[in-house]
């Protein structure tokens, strides 16, 4: 396949080519639906002509669905995959036998909303409205790498409702990505009845305020398709809206415009007679045989991993007399690293989003020095958090800055869809815990951990000082998959070793999943994390002087444990675990779990947040909660004594 939108029309030969197609794929879609007994064949029947010219006409190859130049098509609304899967089958990206036998069958790559895994899809969707967002990100790749490539986002009607949609229009022309095109199937059907009465829209003038350009087709008119495609391509103004208007379940007297039809497959009497209409052949029972034994793993795409090509620098070493946030040693880090590499031949690029926080979150730095690898997104944190994802997917090292509760709690279902998609998101959250202070309980961000522990492909990293934040910037710059650093918002010491030299510093290298012993001893240990461990520090020098000596741990990686050291800390006879999060679902709980997995059984205690604060100073805060310096004291003590 050859990219064609240069051509002002299409020939007749390939319009007959593409209707006939529409026809046989119409078929595909019932066929499928029907043998896995669930699916939405109304939407992918009203999409598929959109479906057909776009991945027939697009720079993109079934031979090489991973040529780095190709177009990007981003499929929004994924629960039409029946129709995508027809499309992209028709379209030689692999065998229709496969996938019509194989859609939503166990252990499969055909599943019920397309995922990334399959030959010709871009981007796992579903949850609907973040597509333009994932667009939004293909197309910044694009500039980033100072490639020519084109992205295409096709959407549903009804998600046009979704707030994060008109995030990303905003983005898009804030940023002139003149190369992304959204095509929107205009059905006027939603799964519980008609748009005018589920959800009443100004689709077309939505995008139109927001300063895009729209055109409005027959969105079963091939030769129109293709010619709104070409106009929109060449445009270099503005990005393109195509408002292509369609019946749901097109081809099928007795279902079109029918909503039921929305989410609800054919009986095999309904579908034997729509394959009547479409003067298709009823091989039905061909395919109820197929699917005991159809294997589609063959087809899973290989998606490429890139080579990373980044120079991490001298770490920044800060001293006893240096009191310094971790967010500010955080931004201090980020800049070194765009003076190392950013604009220099042969590096992987990287690029930081921000959403109106830059000096909170100390991106500033970075902004001022490399505006081009640098986007604001304002405050649109679903958006930018989709984006960040798609952009890390495309060899590039992505940053996002934000506060705990914007940048985790707000958008968790953004990180899912990332985590579901394989970023390599670097996410940073600062202003997290009671730590935050005098903002109040809405700006204490304590349940970061507990959330993002749900995702699978997300490492957790809470420094417990300048110097370890440092370092775990330039580590994480390198390493592959989704991270989430927690910075915090408080100047801290810096940690010191007991012949009161920097912990962090020197020989130390950051190591995922490895604790660290700050202290040793052996009536007892305190495992602590970020802001904390100063303080338990602390605490272990006044056990010291009633004569305990108790180990002080710094867990900092939250989603992979150090057994060796954990265990030691459980041989002493007592664990305390002391932490700024929810006392439910943070560190405690994490330690509760290993101690219970491995038949360990020292005297334990969680402190940890036991409700949400209000405004004050942090110490005083923490007083309320029962994390002050003399409350954690007491409850070791007493533990070590109750032996």
């Excluded at 440092?470 to 927690?486: C, E, H, K, M, S």
Aim: glycine letters at 10%; aromatic letters at 8%; one cysteine or more.
């Amino acid at each position: 396949m050859s990219w064609e939108f240069n051509k002002e029309r299409l020939g007749e030969e390939e319009l007959n080519k593409l209707k006939e197609l529409g026809r046989l794929a119409r078929g595909d879609i019932l066929k499928m639906t029907t043998v896995a007994g669930s699916g939405h064949p109304g939407g992918s029947m009203s999409s598929i002509d959109i479906y057909l010219t776009l991945y027939h006409c697009a720079n993109i190859y079934p031979d090489n669905p991973n040529y780095p130049e190709r177009d990007r098509i981003v499929i929004s609304h994924g629960h039409t995959s029946p129709g995508v899967y027809a499309a992209l089958g028709r379209l030689g990206f692999f065998d229709l036998d496969s996938v019509i036998s194989g859609f939503r069958k166990t252990g499969g790559i055909f599943e019920g909303h397309i995922e990334r895994d399959v030959p010709g899809v871009e981007w796992s969707t579903g949850n609907l409205g973040q597509g333009l967002s994932a667009g939004c990100g293909f197309a910044l790749a694009a500039r980033v790498h100072k490639k020519n490539w084109q992205v295409f986002v096709v959407m549903g009607d009804g998600e046009q409702a979704k707030g994060q949609i008109g995030e990303a229009r905003r983005f898009a022309r804030k940023h002139t990505l003149t190369n992304i095109t959204v095509i929107i199937d205009y059905n006027r059907i939603q799964l519980s009845g008609p748009l005018s009465e589920i959800m009443p829209q100004n689709i077309k003038e939505n995008y139109q305020s927001d300063g895009w350009e729209v055109l409005e087709i027959d969105g079963h008119n091939y030769q129109e398709i293709y010619q709104a495609l070409g106009q929109a391509v060449r445009n270099e103004k503005s990005p393109v809206m195509i408002l292509a208007h369609t019946t749901m379940s097109k081809g099928i007297s007795f279902m079109e415009n029918k909503c039921q039809f929305h989410g609800m497959p054919l009986s095999l009497k309904q579908c034997r007679g729509a394959l009547s209409q479409l003067n298709l052949e009823d091989d039905l029972e061909k395919y109820i045989d197929l699917r005991q034994a159809v294997e589609t793993e063959k087809y899973r795409r290989k998606n490429p991993l890139w080579q990373i090509n980044f120079d991490t620098g001298q770490p920044i070493t800060y001293k006893a007399e240096d009191k310094m946030d971790n967010r500010g040693a955080f931004g201090r880090a980020l800049k070194d690293l765009g003076e190392r590499n950013c604009g220099r031949e042969g590096r992987t690029p990287m690029v930081v989003l921000d959403c109106d926080l830059l000096s909170s979150v100390k991106t500033n730095g970075f902004a001022d020095s490399y505006p081009t690898y640098f986007f604001e997104a304002g405050i649109q944190e679903h958006n930018t958090a989709t984006v960040a994802g798609a952009l890390s997917v495309e060899g590039i090292i992505a940053f996002f800055a934000d506060f705990g509760v914007f940048g985790v709690d707000e958008t968790y279902n953004q990180h899912r869809l990332n985590d579901i998609n394989k970023a390599n998101l670097k996410l940073i959250c600062t202003h997290n815990g009671i730590d935050v202070g005098q903002d109040g309980k809405t700006h204490q961000c304590i349940d970061y951990v507990g959330i993002m522990r749900n995702l699978y492909g997300y490492k957790i990293i809470i420094p417990a000082d300048p110097n370890q934040t440092d370092r775990a910037v330039r580590y994480l710059a390198t390493q592959p998959g989704n991270f989430l650093l927690a910075a915090g918002r408080s100047k801290l010491p810096a940690i010191l070793s007991e012949e009161g030299e920097p912990f962090f510093a020197g020989d130390y290298q950051f190591e995922y999943g490895k604790a660290d012993l700050i202290r040793d001893g052996k009536d007892g240990a305190i495992i602590a994390s970020g802001g904390m461990v100063h303080r338990a520090v602390k605490a272990g020098e006044i056990l010291r002087e009633r004569g305990y000596r108790v180990k002080v741990i710094n867990v900092s990686c939250l989603s992979k444990l150090d057994r060796s050291t954990l265990q030691e800390a459980a041989d002493t006879g007592v664990v305390v675990t002391y932490e700024d999060h929810n006392v439910h679902t943070g560190l405690g709980s994490i330690i509760a779990d290993f101690l219970a997995e491995n038949s360990l059984n020292p005297r334990f205690r969680k402190l940890g947040v036991v409700k949400y604060g209000g405004s004050g100073k942090p110490d005083e805060l923490f007083k309320l909660q029962g994390l002050d310096l003399e409350t954690l004291v007491d409850t070791v003590a007493r533990l070590i004594k109750s032996e």
